[in-house]
């Protein structure tokens, strides 16, 4: 046995040796991001429950030789003349556990899961007492498209750009959703720019909501809104659900199933259900999602100029977001002569319920004896809804 | 046409056009759903006031000894009145925010009926 040349074929084969050779320069300027990401996460608190994965995610399918995640089999799988176009079996056969878990992605089963957790969690009931709050998380969409114009203008094809303006609806698992099925290659750029920008929510948005708005506007105390019965609450899921997915047959996995959580969440009965969807699941589908998302973030997928647009037209959407909700809520207020706080419309961008408390605390700068956050609560679960069309829009019109 | 020429390659005029069109779908889809919430609202509030009545005829009938006296009637699909003693509204809207975070249950969903400082 010749010791030097087994150490030699050893070093040979290992990601070490691997790091030197040819394009694999980016995996290494990968995984340096992908341990930014985690100090973000980490040390910075920005969306840590998911950005974690997404950063491990990113660096577990950037390490040479790890052969955890293979950007060429779903190439493959994306390419309309290979003999593997579609083709799960070949996926389950030849990939990586990364790319096993990302069937979950391409199939849509994490965000739609993603969102019956959301709709487990969320109460309708502000927006129910207030219907109104549907104006606002209309006009809060504003940033969606404004962003799809922006990135055709820059060059990018009409999928992509429904996938980038998709940003501005500050909804993680209905971006991911919208770019799976039609930019899947900008996934990770774009999943990794709506988290960010949705934990910096608290610094976007303040200083937007205080250009539009006047100091006598922000001071503007609302009444309470009306109590809403249980029966009411029950109906609302059932009647979402077969109005929207009835108007945008796209949007049916989605709304689906954030109202089947809402349901659970109000009927009384499932609240073994109810507790399962919050918790457990969502903890399990977070993980999941996280780490598939982040294993897309190859470096010759991630590090191009096109991620540096995406970055600079997410922020932009975000904002043109916020810009949106705010005019609409402007124009409640003008037309209300004075009863609505125009800040809750900044909370019309999703995020829930991150946007809603920034408007509650933007809301009592202004006026120390201000509570907003009930009323901020409506623009913002009617941003979910809203978000969810606007997918089911650009889907129609580009998948 | 518009949808003709959804395919990948889109013109800046289609974009813009396709932007307007997404935004008034948004507006269009969720105005009907206001609708239709505001018409369930008012279906369960007239629901809720014909019931009212009904519900007070009966204590109406009572013998006028047990009667105590007649607290004013609290406006439809409102929580009733909260008494503060002692306690400066600023302090009990906190107080109400506080329990609802801790019970994990939203305030539409609590009943407060009166708040006291213990001194």
Same mark, same amino acid.
């Given at each position: 046995?010749?010791?030097?040349?087994?150490?030699?074929?050893?070093?040979?084969?290992?990601?070490?040796?691997?790091?030197?050779?040819?394009?694999?320069?980016?995996?290494?300027?990968?995984?340096?991001?992908?341990?930014?990401?985690?100090?973000?996460?980490?040390?910075?608190?920005?969306?840590?429950?998911?950005?974690?994965?997404?950063?491990?995610?990113?660096?577990? #399918?950037?390490?040479?030789?790890?052969?955890?995640?293979?950007?060429?089999?779903?190439?493959?799988?994306?390419?309309?003349?290979?003999?593997?176009?579609?083709?799960?079996?070949?996926?389950?056969?030849?990939?990586?556990?990364?790319?096993?878990?990302?069937?979950?992605?391409?199939?849509?089963?994490?965000?739609?899961?993603?969102?019956?957790?959301?709709?487990?969690?969320?109460?309708?009931?502000?927006?129910?007492?207030?219907?109104? #709050?549907l104006l606002l998380g209309a006009a809060?969409?504003?940033?969606?498209?404004?962003?799809?114009?922006?990135?055709?203008?820059?060059?990018? %094809?009409? %999928?992509?750009?429904?996938?980038?303006?998709?940003?501005?609806?500050?909804?993680?698992?209905? &971006?991911?959703?919208?770019? #799976?099925?039609?930019?899947?290659?900008?996934?990770?750029?774009?999943?990794?720019?709506?988290?960010?920008?949705? &934990?910096?929510?608290?610094?976007?948005?303040?200083?937007?909501?205080?250009?539009?708005?006047?100091?006598?506007?922000?001071?503007?105390?609302?009444?309470?809104?009306?109590?809403?019965?249980?029966?009411?609450?029950?109906?609302?899921?059932?009647?979402?659900?077969?109005?929207?997915?009835?108007?945008?047959?796209?949007?049916?996995?989605?709304?689906?199933?954030?109202?089947?959580?809402?349901?659970?969440?109000?009927?009384?009965?499932?609240?073994?259900?109810?507790?399962?969807?919050?918790?457990?699941?969502?903890?399990?589908?977070?993980?999941?999602?996280?780490?598939?998302?982040?294993?897309?973030?190859?470096?010759?997928?991630?590090?191009?100029?096109?991620?540096?647009?995406?970055?600079?037209?997410?922020?932009?959407?975000?904002?043109?977001?916020?810009?949106?909700?705010?005019?609409?809520?402007?124009?409640?207020?003008?037309?209300t002569k004075g009863k609505v706080n125009?800040?809750?419309?900044? &909370?019309?961008?999703?995020?829930?319920p991150m946007a809603a408390r920034v408007?509650?605390?933007?809301?009592?700068?202004?006026?120390?004896?201000?509570?907003?956050?009930?009323?901020?609560?409506?623009?913002?679960?009617?941003?979910?809804?809203? #978000?969810?069309?606007?997918?089911?829009?650009?889907?129609?019109?580009?998948? | 046409?518009? @949808?003709?020429?959804?395919?990948?390659?889109?013109?800046?005029?289609?974009?813009? @056009?396709?932007?307007?069109?997404?935004?008034?779908?948004?507006?269009?889809?969720?105005?009907?759903?206001?609708?239709?919430?505001?018409?369930?609202?008012?279906?369960?509030?007239?629901?809720?006031?014909?019931? *009212?009545?009904?519900?007070?005829?009966?204590?109406?009938?009572?013998? *006028?000894?047990?009667?105590?006296? *007649?607290?004013?009637?609290?406006?439809?699909?409102?929580?009733?009145?909260?008494?503060?003693?002692?306690?400066?509204?600023?302090?009990?809207?906190?107080?109400?925010?506080?329990?609802?975070?801790?019970?994990?249950?939203?305030?539409?969903?609590?009943?407060?009926?009166?708040?006291?400082?213990?001194?």
């Amino acid at each position: 046995m010749n010791i030097g040349e087994t150490l030699l074929n050893l070093w040979n084969s290992s990601g070490f040796a691997a790091m030197f050779q040819g394009d694999t320069w980016k995996c290494a300027v990968m995984l340096v991001i992908g341990c930014v990401l985690l100090y973000l996460a980490i040390v910075k608190k920005f969306e840590p429950l998911l950005l974690c994965g997404i950063a491990f995610g990113c660096i577990l #399918s950037n390490l040479p030789m790890g052969g955890l995640y293979h950007q060429e089999i779903w190439d493959a799988f994306m390419d309309a003349d290979s003999a593997f176009y579609h083709s799960y079996g070949y996926v389950m056969k030849n990939g990586g556990l990364l790319d096993i878990f990302y069937i979950g992605v391409k199939t849509s089963l994490y965000p739609c899961l993603i969102f019956m957790g959301v709709g487990a969690m969320t109460d309708f009931g502000p927006l129910l007492s207030n219907p109104k #709050s549907l104006l606002l998380g209309a006009a809060a969409q504003m940033g969606v498209f404004a962003a799809f114009f922006g990135a055709v203008l820059l060059g990018f %094809s009409g %999928s992509e750009a429904a996938s980038i303006g998709i940003i501005g609806g500050a909804d993680g698992p209905t &971006a991911i959703f919208l770019t #799976s099925k039609l930019a899947p290659h900008l996934l990770g750029a774009i999943a990794v720019a709506a988290y960010s920008y949705m &934990a910096l929510i608290p610094l976007i948005q303040p200083p937007i909501m205080r250009a539009l708005t006047t100091a006598e506007q922000r001071k503007i105390k609302m009444v309470q809104t009306r109590t809403v019965s249980k029966t009411e609450k029950i109906i609302f899921p059932i009647l979402v659900t077969l109005f929207v997915a009835l108007l945008l047959p796209d949007t049916a996995a989605l709304v689906g199933c954030l109202m089947l959580g809402n349901l659970f969440k109000e009927t009384g009965v499932t609240d073994r259900l109810s507790d399962t969807v919050q918790n457990a699941l969502m903890n399990i589908v977070t993980i999941l999602l996280s780490t598939a998302v982040g294993a897309t973030m190859v470096g010759s997928n991630f590090l191009t100029v096109e991620t540096l647009k995406i970055v600079v037209l997410g922020v932009v959407a975000f904002g043109l977001s916020t810009a949106g909700g705010l005019l609409g809520g402007l124009v409640m207020c003008k037309l209300t002569k004075g009863k609505v706080n125009p800040l809750i419309g900044s &909370a019309g961008v999703s995020a829930v319920p991150m946007a809603a408390r920034v408007a509650q605390v933007e809301g009592q700068k202004a006026n120390p004896s201000n509570f907003l956050l009930m009323h901020a609560m409506g623009p913002n679960v009617a941003g979910v809804i809203g #978000s969810a069309i606007a997918a089911g829009f650009l889907l129609s019109v580009f998948g | 046409m518009l @949808l003709a020429s959804t395919l990948d390659d889109i013109s800046i005029a289609d974009a813009g @056009l396709t932007a307007l069109l997404g935004y008034a779908v948004v507006f269009a889809g969720l105005i009907s759903l206001m609708i239709v919430i505001t018409l369930l609202g008012k279906a369960f509030s007239a629901k809720k006031t014909a019931a *009212a009545p009904a519900a007070a005829a009966p204590v109406a009938a009572a013998p *006028a000894a047990d009667a105590a006296p *007649a607290a004013e009637p609290a406006a439809p699909g409102t929580a009733g009145q909260l008494k503060l003693h002692d306690v400066p509204p600023k302090t009990a809207a906190m107080l109400m925010a506080i329990v609802a975070d801790e019970t994990g249950k939203p305030l539409n969903e609590l009943r407060f009926t009166s708040i006291k400082e213990v001194k």
